[in-house]
């Protein structure tokens, strides 16, 4: 009994080495989602929360892991074609081993986000156009600014996927194409983060994403709702660790997602949940549990 204890006591005491090696899920590609009124320029703020069981094969091991962020985001027209999108998170990262209740918690800046995209066509936009077919095309990129702290591989290092960012500039790539017939449309995004070098022990590997989200909107007056649904495949390639790939990094969830948008003039409230379907993250060591989110923004 003394050196089961014993054990659990050395695990305990490791829990920020060990707990989330192979995660990732604090630090994924930029997700743009639907958007406030086509053409309007906004600023808000939206939440995220995500949760994630890992370690499923280690009954001493296992944890819980939380993920919450609070994000201001914006976006500008400088010119008529050009919009430009900023993103900057505050993350809290929350982790629990759940046979000894230990804890650790990081809270602080995240990486921030700025994204360009070319609006290739919108019809949206044309008071000419009379036939209830409305269609968007945006195409872009940007950047994921360091500005989250990383700290793997220094003094009391902190596991790399349990930072507030990923300690690299990263490069984004995105598409989104909207088509609206009538009530009703169709929204698509596609998106990809190139990483760098985070630093001279770890690299996060690229991600990919892609969504599909049906819409249907509805207008009173000032007052509109806009319920969608849709779903969401997220993958990442698997984490260089000290020139290693790592096995228990990387893989891919697909998520049932189910929102509704609601404007009342100037204002707009969205509240989304995202439920995984299937998964294969980390080499069958992590699941991510539902998620949801909530955003708030201002159009001017």
């Known amino acids: 009994m003394k050196k089961i204890l014993l054990v659990l006591l050395l695990i305990s005491s490791q829990l920020e080495t060990l707990a ?12 743009v989602g639907l958007t406030p009124r086509a053409g309007t320029q906004f600023i ?11 370690h499923l094969n280690s009954v001493l091991l296992k944890t819980r892991e939380t993920y919450q962020t609070a994000e201001l985001w914006a976006r500008f ?10 993103f900057l998170p505050y993350n809290s990262n929350h982790q629990v081993l759940l046979n000894s209740r230990a ?4 809270n602080g800046i995240g990486d921030a986000i700025v994204l360009a995209h070319v ?14 077919i409305y269609q968007s095309l945006m195409i872009g990129g940007g950047v994921k600014l360091a500005t989250g702290k990383f700290e793997y591989g220094y003094e009391d290092e902190i596991n790399p996927n349990f930072q507030l ?3 690299s500039t990263d490069f984004l790539l995105s598409a989104i194409h909207t088509i609206k017939i009538h009530d009703w449309g169709i929204n698509t995004e596609v998106g990809a983060r190139l990483a760098t070098r985070s630093n001279a022990k770890y690299r996060f590997g ?8 049906a819409f249907y909107s509805k207008n009173w007056g000032g007052f509109s709702i806009m319920p969608n649904v849709g779903a969401l495949i997220d993958y990442g390639f698997r984490d260089i660790k000290e020139g290693q790939r790592n096995s228990q990094t990387g893989g891919f ?8 948008e609601m404007y009342y003039n100037r204002f707009n409230v969205g509240l989304s949940y995202r439920l995984p379907v299937y998964q294969n993250l980390g080499g069958g060591e992590l699941k991510s549990l539902p998620q949801y989110g909530v955003s708030f923004t201002v159009n001017f």
Request: net charge positive; charged share 15%.
């Open 44 to 54: 808000g703020l939206r939440y995220r929360h995500r949760t994630y069981d890992s």
């Open 119 to 132: 609006n290739v066509f919108n019809s949206f936009l044309d008071t000419t156009n009379t036939s209830h």
């Open 253 to 260: 969830a697909t998520l049932a997602n189910a929102g509704l």
């Open 165 to 167: 960012g990923t300690g």
């Open 103 to 106: 804890e650790a918690v990081k």
């Open 20 to 31: 989330c090696d192979i995660c990732g899920c604090a630090n994924g590609s930029a997700f």
């Open 77 to 86: 027209y400088p010119v008529k074609k050009v919009q430009l999108m900023f």
């Open 206 to 213: 690229n991600r990919i994403n892609g969504s599909l989200t």
